[in-house]
């Protein structure tokens, strides 16, 4: 049998790896909570060893960090989540230029359905959260870029379990769903300064945002 043929089947630290993750960025594990090894051991029902290398990956990548003897969900500080929302901008912007260009009528009617999706989940935050991140993941798949949705991904990994702090007010979900159809309208009529300059303030506003609403 050619190695080539044979399907990669996940370890169970990679399994458990992901759905902590998954449990992280959705806030069912919140920032600064600590985790037992024994009890997510249990929750999955694997040994502990897979959960230790899970959490030493998740370490790795800043999403826990160990102290002394107990393990916790990581809690950024004001001037870190500051820091990565600048990346963000950086970074969107980029992957908006590269996208921008493949944008035609087809991906127009994509994107509005989307958003009209998002419409109907306006007093749903948690699944409207999902969507939002959906429909901004299709905006930068259009830059056939994989490296550039890697980044992107690690990087809103880092923000997405403060972004339930964000989506709980109908407020800003209404606005947000506003600007999308802006930058659906800016995408139509091929205005590429607007939209970049759209897109910087669609970020930052979340940004203030989630620092207003820090404990």
């Known amino acids: 049998m050619n190695q080539k043929d044979l399907v990669a089947v996940p370890t169970l630290a990679q399994e458990v790896y992901t759905r902590i993750r998954e449990s992280i960025m959705n806030g069912d594990l919140s920032p600064g909570e600590k985790i037992s090894i024994r009890k997510m051991a249990e929750r999955y029902g694997v040994s502990t060893m897979p959960v230790r290398e899970a959490l030493n990956k998740l370490q790795s990548e800043g999403f ?26 950086n970074l969107e912007k980029m992957a908006m230029e590269w996208s921008y260009p493949n944008i035609g009528e087809k991906e127009i009617d994509e994107l509005t359905k989307m958003v009209k999706e998002m419409d109907l989940h306006i007093h749903a935050p948690i699944e409207w959260n999902v969507l939002n991140k959906q429909f901004h993941t299709k905006i930068y798949s259009y830059s056939h870029s994989k490296p550039m949705l890697e980044m992107l991904n690690a990087v809103w990994g880092r923000v997405d379990p403060y972004m339930n702090i964000y989506s709980t007010s109908s407020y800003y979900l209404s606005l947000s ?36 609403k820090l404990p």
């Open 64 to 89: 826990v960090h160990f102290e002394r003897r107990s393990i916790y969900v990581s809690k950024l500080s004001a001037k870190d989540l500051i820091e990565i929302f600048q990346i963000r901008i």
């Open 177 to 212: 769903q506003k600007e999308h159809y802006q930058v659906i309208d800016l995408m139509k009529n091929k205005e590429i300064d607007s939209l970049l300059a759209l897109t910087t303030h669609h970020i930052q506003k979340t940004c203030d945002a989630v620092l207003d």
